[in-house]
């Protein structure tokens, strides 16, 4: 069994890992050589995501085929299908890909995201809006393409040939995520809620138990399998949450794939969340995953590697050095996991 991988970030790289556990072989296809998950794959391809010969070679090599990231094109992904089924769905990531679909999507299952409005030249905004946060409609990951907006005045100089939504911000609590993994045949297993912070836009410690009622954690989960079940998601997805002063939850958005906030499924369950996406979509016996350790994990972002690399780790610590070549500020280096 080859299990293809399009995008070759940490994601990828810990997916294959994940895979080598379990024996099942990886490729991986990227646009990028500075790609993690290479140093993990059996075989990979470095190539833009719409080169037609060059995906060939990779579809015919592969039997079943997910992706790490949801920027993948469209196209790429529905290219694929024509020969070798690819989970989860590309219809999934066409939803999710853009902001405006992925809200609408969730509100039509009446579950609740930030109010927002669909951003464009024509748009009348109404002061209710601010302050917001204006995000791209599509292409955007780890704060990329988000600014803060406090009124119509920050909004003159903004290129309005790119689509955009508008969320108005809420008063927020806290956050948390759901990790889900959807078998085949609809069965779902529900992590516990991951409880996340971010700085910058970019997280920052994911740690379990999280602090939030039992109330809030049955009705996110619920609603989770609600959407995946919906998308009849095949694999691991990730939902946010908001939680505002008055403990009401929001969705914030859906990762149609593994998480950052989900790293720390590796020490603390007895089956990851990635080894979950890779028993899900290459059709594997379920496992249903236990736990075993509370934890908590701390990305590590640009130039802050550098303090942790040659240094030994101590007992209960996992660190991850994704090795990329180039650091750059607010890009993910590696992270590091503390079971409890
Ligand atoms: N990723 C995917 N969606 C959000 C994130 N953070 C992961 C994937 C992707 C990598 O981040 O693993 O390949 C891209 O990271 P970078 O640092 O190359 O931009």
């Known amino acids: 069994m080859i299990l293809g991988i399009l995008g070759g970030g940490q994601l990828g790289m810990l997916l294959a890992q994940a895979a080598n556990k379990i024996g099942i072989e990886t490729f991986v296809y990227t646009d990028s050589d500075d790609s993690p998950a290479i140093n993990y794959s059996q075989k990979s391809l470095i190539q833009s995501y719409d080169d037609l010969e060059t995906l060939g070679r990779f579809i015919k090599e592969c039997d079943v085929i997910t992706f790490e990231f949801e920027n993948i094109p469209f196209d790429t992904l529905n290219y694929i299908l024509k020969d070798k089924p690819v989970f989860p769905s590309p219809h999934i990531n066409q939803i999710i890909q853009d902001r405006l679909l992925e809200k609408k999507f969730i509100n039509n299952l009446s579950i609740k995201t930030t109010d927002f409005i669909d951003l464009n030249k024509d748009t009348k905004i109404s002061e209710e809006i601010f302050p917001g946060m204006l995000k791209t409609r599509r292409m955007g990951y780890d704060g990329k393409g988000q600014s803060v907006v ?52 970019i997280l920052h410690t994911s740690k379990i138990p999280a602090s939030i009622t039992n109330e809030m954690m049955s009705t996110a989960q619920k609603q989770c399998e609600i959407m995946a079940n919906s998308l009849n998601y095949v694999g691991t997805m990730c939902v946010e949450y908001f939680v505002d002063h008055n403990e009401v939850i929001y969705v914030n958005e859906i990762a149609p794939r593994v998480h950052n906030s989900g790293h720390l499924t590796i020490e603390s369950y007895d089956c990851s969340q990635f080894e ?55 890009r993910k280096m590696g992270h590091l996991t503390n079971i409890t």
């Open 150 to 201: 406090n009124s119509k005045d920050d909004l003159v100089n903004i290129d309005m040939n790119i689509p955009y939504i508008l969320e108005k911000k809420i008063n927020l609590l806290k956050e948390f995520s759901i990790i889900i993994t959807r078998y085949q045949d609809g069965k779902v297993f529900t992590y516990e809620p991951i409880e996340n912070v971010h700085k910058e836009q």
């Open 276 to 330: 979950s996406h890779i028993r899900a979509v290459c059709d594997l016996p379920k496992k249903e995953p236990q736990k075993i350790k509370n934890a908590k994990m701390l990305n590590i972002i640009g130039e802050d590697i550098k303090k942790y690399r040659n240094k030994s780790t101590k007992e209960n610590y996992f660190f991850y050095d994704y090795e990329k070549k180039s650091v750059k500020s607010g």
